[in-house]
């Protein structure tokens, strides 16, 4: 069975200062990952995802994760946040016996200190 | 191009009481999803259906909850009689590839 962990349910960080928001999954066959971000009252939106090939992926607002088969983890990380990257952050997983399901971690709230 | 689209956006009502919700996927997609997400906890897959067949609904308290998804399009998920319990925010997703869901903005619902 698919399981997802998100270590810190709280990540408070100063405005500019690199972040890093841990996930580890377990599964026993090969998985897909992703992360998702919902801001206050919204659904949630795919921030970035892995399926295959390089192991580093990269979004469109700075963010990037890197899968790490050895240590089942797929951490999220930034260099320099900024205070509109204040939100909760969902990591997932899913794999091709799920039939496309995701399974999600209990998620990590950032908030972006001025 | 549209996204999914759901209402009520927020409903409160009494326990044991009945609710519906209701979801109008982006236009084509086959596969479509309802998640439950209580406060605090991460969203957790209630039915899956692709086109108007139902792939997965292992998760679905059946006692009490149903949905149903006609002609392949929208879909409705009910809850009778609720529970207290069953205070959550209800988002649904929808998908053309997979592992790429879109998920609408969900419908909060408080029980008192």
């Known amino acids: 069975a698919q399981s997802v962990t998100q270590l810190d349910s709280q990540v408070p960080v100063f405005e500019e200062a690199p972040v890093e928001l841990r996930c580890n999954y377990s599964?026993?066959?090969?998985?897909?990952l992703f992360w998702y971000v919902q801001y206050p009252n919204q659904g949630l939106q795919l921030l970035l995802k892995y399926l295959s090939g390089s192991t580093l992926v990269k979004s469109i607002n700075g963010f990037e994760a890197e899968f790490n088969k050895s240590q089942t983890s797929f951490h999220l990380r930034k260099p320099s946040v900024h205070i509109s990257d204040t939100a909760e952050y969902f990591c997932a997983v899913s794999d091709s016996n799920t039939g496309n399901q995701f399974y999600f971690g209990t998620g990590t709230s950032l908030t972006v200190i001025p | 191009e549209a996204g999914v689209a759901q209402s009520p956006r927020y409903k409160i009502i009494e326990k044991r009481q009945s609710v519906a919700f209701w979801c109008n996927p982006i236009s084509g997609h086959a596969t479509l999803y309802w998640y439950q997400q209580i406060l605090g906890q991460g969203p957790k897959l209630l039915i899956q259906?692709?086109?108007?067949?139902?792939?997965?609904d292992s998760q679905l308290p059946k006692d009490r909850f149903s949905a149903e998804r006609l002609k392949g399009v929208d879909s409705t998920l009910k809850i009778q009689p609720a529970k207290l319990e069953d205070s959550a925010v209800y988002l649904c997703?929808?998908?053309?590839?997979?592992?790429?869901?879109?998920f609408g903005q969900g419908t909060r619902l408080t029980v008192v």
């Open positions: 997703a929808s998908s053309l590839v997979p592992y790429e869901a879109f």
């Open positions: 599964s026993s066959v090969s998985v897909y």
């Open positions: 259906f692709q086109n108007n067949g139902v792939v997965d």
